[in-house]
């Protein structure tokens, strides 16, 4: 059978899932071809349609990483097509400063959109789903309302004239092929970022934010970066629009207008940069073969929307992705290498030991931790037992950050870790896993495990968006470690398949190899052998004692009681938050309260 690629054939993971960059690229040639040389077939009426198309891309491209990639609900985003709109066209009039050239009014309202992309934006850090997107309605409602009452600057219900752009752009075509180039660039910079390690950190806070965290990504940082670019991009296609009106009114901006730019990601399909291109062309085009029920666009939106979300929630994206639909082998075995962690890992650095000091915490009147002292140290595996609800798994959270102590002191070599900076915990090589594994379904098994190491590229987010060098070797770094995690795991011949196809075994390995991507000084299993077979357990356990040899500090939380006593030099035993027992595997097994209390007679 074959596994969709090996570790020889694997390229480059890109922003359509493929496997191939000249299968990935094909579509998008095709419609840059087709661009080029629609004026030679394209009458005048349809040149518009295209040209509005192109605009409405510019838009819904950088939009694209705030909702396709972010996961945020942001409805509102003709807000800051109204301001560039508004800015290119007022700076050109003279209407508040001497009149300005088309192109530097262009940027200047890039910039202006930058700034209120980010302060629309501040909200999604506090504010989830609808709750954001009523914030973004709200103030595209604001915006609009100061346009109508600004009289002296905007020309209130009047309007304002539009800029014209010199030439070669004066002309139908010329101003056609302006927008298209530049709705080829938005297309290349966000293709860019997609497959950067801030395109698979956003998708990660999109559908595993605790794992995000965990893998060091910081989303205040990266989600306000992501306005800050989506802003500018949709204030340039304002600029781009009341130039292709003439004459821009505040009715022009409508909410029929912002629905149509979020639909066409959702129809397009999340996490694509080909569907939602493919999403903005269809809602541009369709209304012209439609023109009757141009009244009725609303409610044939919402009705187009739910047959996607019904039939194809994947979106076009879905429909596209043809390498997805091959079968997998049913009988695969998971055969880890564990020779390959000493190269993988490259030595730990000697971080001291991790150490809990008299830790409590409550919730209401529960005391879920009493008192916990805990010691990991660098080389060794320790477990941590007991029945459900005895504090295991919220042990690991206080460590984590996840939860902050109400008493007591977490430290790394003698260093306090302070409370609730989860992102912070990577940096300091603390690495986890999860009960229910925290995986993004709709990335490859590769991307998976690359967004473990989002911390250590180097490349800045301009340089991604410009695939500047050092993106690139970034890249190619994150790729190759990723693939030597996954050997070591031994899910390499799984690397290029979409890990929502996986079993549930594989995703436990995969949460494995992605942790290791940290290079960990110490490494929190939640329950790693549940759900897995007994001979899936053996091989773990050879994995996690491989992981000690090479220098990290293991802290294993676990009910299969076989594979503690195997594999740990040291257990702890807890029940209703206290420590019961704590000793060698070989003490505990001979504690009568932990026989009587856990492991029965």
């Known amino acids: 059978m074959d596994m969709e690629a090996t570790p020889s054939r694997l390229s480059r993971p890109n922003a359509t899932g493929s496997a191939s960059p000249s299968g990935a690229a094909l579509p998008f040639l095709a419609l840059l071809l087709l661009g080029i040389l629609f004026p030679l077939f394209g009458g005048g009426y349809w040149g518009v349609i295209a040209t509005r198309a192109c605009v409405y891309w510019v838009l819904v491209s950088g939009l694209n990483l705030v909702v396709g990639f972010g996961g945020q609900i942001a409805i509102g985003w003709v807000a800051l097509l109204t301001l560039g709109a508004y800015t290119t066209s007022v700076l050109v009039a003279g209407n508040v400063t001497p009149a300005l050239p088309p192109y530097l009014a262009l940027a200047i309202a890039a910039v202006v959109g930058a700034i209120f992309g980010l302060i629309v934006g501040l909200p999604a850090l506090r504010l989830r789903t ?6 973004t309605l709200g103030f595209a409602t604001i915006v609009t309302q100061v346009a109508l009452a600004w009289q002296s600057v905007t020309g209130g219900g009047v309007g304002v004239a539009g800029p014209i752009f010199p030439e070669p752009f004066a002309s139908q075509w010329g101003f056609y092929y302006f927008c298209f180039g530049l709705a080829a660039i938005c297309t290349w910079m966000t293709a ?34 992501v306005f800050l670019f989506s802003g500018a991009v949709a204030a340039v296609a304002g600029g781009l629009f009341a130039a292709l009106q003439s004459y821009i009114t505040p009715d022009a901006f409508t909410l029929d207008l912002s629905i149509l730019f979020f639909i066409a990601i959702l129809i ?60 997998l082998e049913s009988d695969r075995a998971i055969i880890p290498r564990p020779e390959l962690l000493e190269p993988l890992l ?85 690495a986890r896993t999860f009960q229910t594994p925290r995986i993004v379904g709709s990335a490859s098994v590769l991307e998976n495990v690359m967004i473990g190491g989002t911390i250590d590229g180097k490349g800045t987010f301009v340089e991604s968006l410009l695939s500047l060098p050092r993106h690139r070797r970034d890249e190619t770094m994150l790729r190759d470690t990723a693939m030597l995690a996954l050997a070591a795991v031994g899910l390499e011949r799984l690397a290029a398949v979409r890990a929502d196809r996986l079993q549930h075994s594989e995703l436990r390995f995969t949460e494995i190899a992605r942790a290791l991507m940290l290079r960990p000084a110490f490494l929190l299993l939640d329950e790693p052998a549940a759900g897995l077979s007994a001979e899936e357990i053996e091989r773990l356990g050879a994995l996690i004692l491989a992981i000690a040899r090479a220098g990290t500090g293991v802290l294993v939380v676990e009910h299969h009681p076989d594979l503690i006593f195997d594999i740990c030099h040291r257990v702890t035993v807890l029940n209703l938050g206290r420590i019961l027992a704590a000793g060698t595997p070989a003490e505990i097994r001979a504690h009568r309260e932990v026989v009587n209390a856990y492991l029965g007679a």
Do not use: C
């Open 130 to 135: 609808f709750y954001f997107a009523i914030t």
């Open 192 to 225: 860019n970022v997609a497959a950067s390690r801030f395109g698979r950190a956003l998708t990660a806070i999109r559908d595993a934010e605790v794992a995000a965290e965990a893998s060091g990504i910081a989303k205040p940082a990266l989600l306000a970066t």
């Open 268 to 327: 397009g399909g999340r996490g694509s940069i080909l569907g939602p291109l493919l999403g903005t062309i269809l809602l541009t085009v369709l209304p012209e073969f439609a023109a009757p029920l141009v009244a009725w666009s609303t409610f044939l939106y919402a009705v187009l929307l739910l047959v996607i979300v019904l039939v194809i929630p994947g979106g076009i994206a879905e429909i596209l992705d043809f390498r997805n639909r091959r079968p």
């Open 346 to 430: 490259n030595a730990p650095p000697n971080a001291g030991a991790l150490t809990l000091e008299r830790v409590d915490l409550s919730f209401g009147g529960v005391r879920a931790i009493d008192g916990l002292d805990l010691e990991i140290h660098p080389g060794q595996v320790h477990g941590l037992i007991g029945p459900n609800g005895s504090g295991k798994t919220t042990t690991l959270n206080v460590i984590s950050g996840y939860y902050a102590q109400q008493r007591g002191a977490i430290r790394l070599n003698g260093a306090v870790l302070p409370p609730f900076v989860r992102h912070v915990r990577a940096n300091m090589r603390i």
